[in-house]
């Protein structure tokens, strides 16, 4: 059965209220830099929230001056993390190494509840890699944007350059990845990658908890199909889209749900739905049935000889 019980994460900090899932970046000391116990925590995170029948929503946020200054340039010195470039066979290793990074951040972006990133200071490499995978973002005044990558002789290689051309124009993001520069929130805003910009950190995380209390009111399973919508329709034409969305709606159409939202509205009183049902896993299932537990089964060598 899935878990219930919070995840133990080392820097990062995961609360559940009211649906509402909050999961903070916690090393403001050393900027919430990502080295990999941050992917150990993301991991187990998205696990819980994934499987989570109460979570609705997922806020990501952060603590300190800078929502994260990317990857921890330290992890370049250690012996282990170093890619070898001296053999092919090193270079397809480091292939495989990167699309294993590269999954926590996918899983983030395919998690079955919205994401919304509040992000203050500096995001800078793979920490815009990481707010890219978010459904939705909030800023501080003082919040900048920057792939940094390219700053330290390398082509960033975490999403960025992969997702962020489904959100801006790109000319945009070739400036951006060709120069390192700094990308202010104000400009950021005026261009839709941020839904809202603020002048505090409070007042910022306060907004992205507003929004997700609104999302955490509707039905799961009508956000969960919304959600499946937009992220097919970003990959893919209008007309597969549309052709899918048939697919979809006929899935999870519910009569009870429409009709307990409109009643909730003229009501005026928050409305009753009923949760997603829980992820499994079929590996994590504790299932070895005894002979004659299920009706009309065969052994595998009944199977295989009759």
């Given at each position: 059965m899935p878990t219930t019980t919070l995840p133990s994460l080392a820097v990062m900090h995961l609360q559940v209220q009211d649906h509402i899932a909050h999961l903070q970046l916690n090393q403001p000391e050393r900027l919430n830099t990502m080295h990999p116990a941050f992917w150990r925590d993301l991991g187990a995170a998205l696990e819980y929230l994934q499987r989570s029948?109460?979570?609705?929503?997922?806020?990501?946020?952060?603590?300190?001056?800078?929502?994260?200054?990317?990857?921890?340039?330290?992890?370049?010195?250690?012996?282990?993390?170093?890619?070898?470039?001296r053999s092919p066979e090193g270079r397809a290793a480091l292939s495989e190494f990167l699309w294993d990074m590269q999954q926590a951040f996918?899983?983030?972006?395919?998690?079955?509840?919205?994401?919304?990133?509040?992000?203050?200071?500096?995001?800078?490499?793979?920490?815009?890699?990481?707010v890219c995978c978010a459904c939705l973002r909030y800023a501080t005044q003082d919040a900048f944007f920057c792939v940094q990558?390219?700053?330290?002789?390398?082509?960033?290689?975490?999403?960025?350059?992969?997702?962020?051309?489904?959100?801006?124009?790109?000319?945009?993001v070739k400036e951006l990845a060709y120069t390192g520069r700094r990308w202010p929130a104000e400009a950021a805003l005026?261009?839709?990658?941020?839904?809202?910009?603020?002048t505090t950190q409070d007042a910022m995380l306060d907004a992205a908890m507003?929004?997700?209390?609104?999302?955490?009111a509707k039905p799961p399973i009508a956000i969960w199909g919304s959600k499946q919508a937009l992220q097919f329709a970003r990959d893919h034409s209008v007309d597969d889209s549309l052709r899918q969305m048939g697919w979809l709606q006929a899935g999870i159409w519910s009569n009870?749900?429409?009709m307990e939202?409109?009643?909730?509205?003229?009501?005026?009183?928050?409305?009753?739905?009923?949760?997603?049902?829980?992820?499994?896993?079929?590996?994590?299932?504790?299932?070895?049935?005894?002979?004659?537990?299920?009706?009309?089964?065969?052994?595998?060598?009944?199977?295989?000889?009759?």
């Open positions: 029948t109460d979570v609705r929503v997922l806020v990501l946020s952060s603590t300190g001056k800078h929502f994260s200054a990317g990857m921890a340039l330290e992890t370049f010195a250690n012996p282990d993390f170093i890619p070898q470039d996918t899983r983030l972006d395919n998690l079955r509840i919205p994401v919304i990133a509040a992000i203050q200071g500096g995001c800078i490499g793979g920490a815009l890699d990481l990558e390219i700053n330290i002789g390398m082509v960033a290689d975490l999403g960025s350059l992969q997702r962020l051309p489904k959100l801006l124009p790109m000319g945009l005026a261009q839709g990658f941020v839904n809202g910009v603020h507003a929004c997700a209390r609104e999302i955490a009870r749900h429409v939202s409109v009643q909730a509205t003229q009501q005026k009183r928050a409305g009753t739905f009923a949760p997603l049902e829980p992820v499994r896993h079929f590996a994590q299932l504790d299932a070895e049935p005894g002979p004659g537990s299920a009706p009309g089964a065969h052994s595998p060598a009944e199977r295989i000889t009759s």
